[in-house]
């Protein structure tokens, strides 16, 4: 079972690994696209757009470097793996958009308060066409890597690269408003607009990090699925004190078990393997830490067949202090 787990994560890791390779090509070539046309639009729109894609840049850079490290095998000094360097990347991304998407209002606000005309309108609508394709191609291949992995670093960056259609599309109907249409204001309105979209994504950004570094429960729903899958097994007689972390891609979770008080040693250890098969199956690369009690014994929180993780969580409200 080690041998199987040790190939999921190198195969995860691979896949991953190429496709951050991919994120940094494509965004070191929107970059140099938008610099140049940037400089001679002299759009703000443009300028917020090209400054998120810089950043894509950086966060693409982080986000190889964190995928490459948390797929390290766990060793001596780090026996749980290496997988909170994603969050820890992710946090130090957040940190370079904020200061980015200050930047850009301020710029915005200026551009407002002048109201300078923005040149060559045609140039950026071309160069944001061309984004727009590429990005395309890019979201359909981190879908592709997101469906065969779960990894939660590469779901970020494609969440990230969504939006940044959404950008790309405002850089077009900016200049066309401002430029091409005489609805002055339009460019560094939409700059401003941009600039809150972005602050916006380094929050959600900064609190699935925090979670994952303080952590946070896994989702109900998947606590729940994931006692069904345990509760298949016809030697278990109910789940009690049930902890679940995440680490990058990585997902634990340990919990006790009540058994047959008079099932011998060997016989509880055959059940725990085989139920650490089924939820294996069920939850690829998941690392399960089983420890088997006899059946009743209660050390803090209980669940048995016929409660729900709402019972659970409700319990234990009324039990703090």
């Known amino acids: ?25 494509m965004a070191l070539f929107l970059t140099v696209l938008k610099s140049w046309a940037a400089i001679e639009t002299g759009s703000v729109a443009l300028l917020g757009s090209l ?24 060793d001596d000094d780090h026996r749980f793996g290496h997988g909170k360097a994603e969050a820890l990347s992710a946090l130090v991304q957040v940190m370079l958009v904020t200061v980015s998407a200050l930047f850009i209002g301020w710029r915005a606000i200026d551009r407002l308060g002048s109201g300078a005309p923005t040149e060559h309108p045609e140039m950026g609508i071309g160069v944001s066409l061309v984004a727009i394709v590429a990005t395309l191609a890019l979201l359909a291949y981190q879908r592709h890597v997101i469906k065969k992995t779960g990894s939660v670093a590469i779901h970020g960056d494609h969440l990230h690269y969504q939006g940044d259609l959404l950008l790309n599309i405002a850089v077009i109907v900016a200049l066309a408003l401002d430029a091409m249409l005489n609805v002055r204001g339009a460019d560094p309105l939409f700059g401003i607009a941009i600039t809150l979209w972005l602050l916006w994504g380094a929050w959600r950004a900064a609190s699935l990090a925090l979670d994952q570094l ?38 634990f979770c340990q919990f006790h078990v009540w058994v047959d008080p008079n099932m011998t040693v060997l016989k509880a250890h055959e059940v725990m393997d085989e139920i650490e098969a089924e939820l294996m199956r069920e939850f690829p690369g998941v690392e399960v830490l089983i420890h088997p009690d006899p059946e009743g014994h209660k050390d803090e929180l209980g669940y048995i067949p016929s409660e729900t993780i709402e019972h659970q969580d409700d319990e234990h409200e009324h039990r703090q202090p």
């Open 1 to 25: 079972m080690g041998q199987s787990h040790d190939h999921h994560h190198h195969e995860h890791g691979s896949m991953t690994s190429k496709a951050a390779l991919a994120s940094v090509a």
């Open 51 to 74: 400054a998120d894609t810089g950043f894509d840049l950086l966060a693409s850079l982080l986000t190889l470097f964190s995928v490459r490290y948390a797929a390290m095998p766990a």
């Open 214 to 251: 303080l952590d946070k429960e896994w989702p109900l729903e998947k606590r729940q699925r994931f006692i069904e899958v345990a509760m298949r097994h016809p030697e278990l007689k109910g789940i009690h004190d049930m902890r679940t972390r995440s680490a990058g891609a990585h997902d």
